[in-house]
């Protein structure tokens, strides 16, 4: 199977062409990035074609696209490359606003190709462990979440609103919104959020949290920030806490690791010896396109996350639950 990459301009691209990389049948056909530098640097590492030219990229002789430009070109991407009959994965949050990530999913049903979402968090050990919990009843009834997703501050265009769309709060929401929908199988019909800048001298969102209602009474609270400073042990966590009528269990996707002392600045760190969520993500995607079956996470199941993050904006805005 021929699977190219458009853009690596968000840093998921590395990992998603490294699990590419593993895959037996699986070749990367080329690399798109209107960064000249950035591109042929990664066609370097990656042995493959550099383009430069979209339009020539998607002429090329491959199967899927694998998208990690900016969030405000998703659209223009996705768009483009379902007419060229690719099927495709993108990056989340799969659009800025509401009404492209709509155009995407109705262009790729129209093109009659995939458009995955890529939320690697479900292909997570300790979450896929206690979405089987929940299915087979060990938690009883689902009464809330809690769930948390803090990291660091990512810098670069991610701080740029024209082209991220907005900061900590839609970076870290639409993971764990995505595992709690999920997990209950429910849809959120309202949030009431504060987000703000606390920990960074930008100019956009760095923290939030959010309180959500899902239409069978079930209510969540969620943490999302970029809280981590550069010597923190981890990158940051992502986790969720199940409160069921029988029991309650709490996951984190990041918690198997072990504590690496050492001298210099970063004296603790935390080296993670889990499974590779990443690689799981990319294996179902390329599995989903040589089956041609319905992907796993589909692009409304992106649609439908990305309306909770920006619900919590306006919710902070307007000092209001907003109902969805």
Known sequence: MKIGMMSFAHMHAFSYADSLMKLADVEIAGIYDDDEKRGKEAAGSYGTKYYHDQADFLTADMDAVIICSENSRHKEMVVNAAKAKKHILCEKPIATNVEDAEEMIRVCDEQGVILQSAFPVRFSDPIMHLKNMIDEGELGEIVAFRTTNRGQAPGGWFIDKELSGGGAVL?????????????????????H????????????DDAGILTLEFENGVIASHDASWSRFSEYPVWGDAT??????????????????????????????HVFYGNDMDYGLIKDFVDCVDKKRKPSITGYDGLKALEAALAAYKSSQTKSTVYL
Not at 171 to 191: A, F, L, N, P, Q
Not at 193 to 204: G, L, N, Q, R, Y
Not at 240 to 265: P, W
Request: charged share 30%.
């Open 171 to 191: 970076d870290h929401t639409v993971h764990m919104v995505d595992i709690m929908r999920w997990y209950s199988g429910r849809e959120i019909i309202s949030v």
């Open 193 to 204: 959020a504060i987000v703000d800048s606390f920990f960074h001298d930008i100019e956009i």
């Open 240 to 269: 969720i806490e199940v409160i069921g009528t029988k029991r309650s269990v709490r996951a984190d996707a990041f918690k198997e690791h072990f504590r690496l002392y050492k001298s210099g600045a970063k004296s603790l760190e």
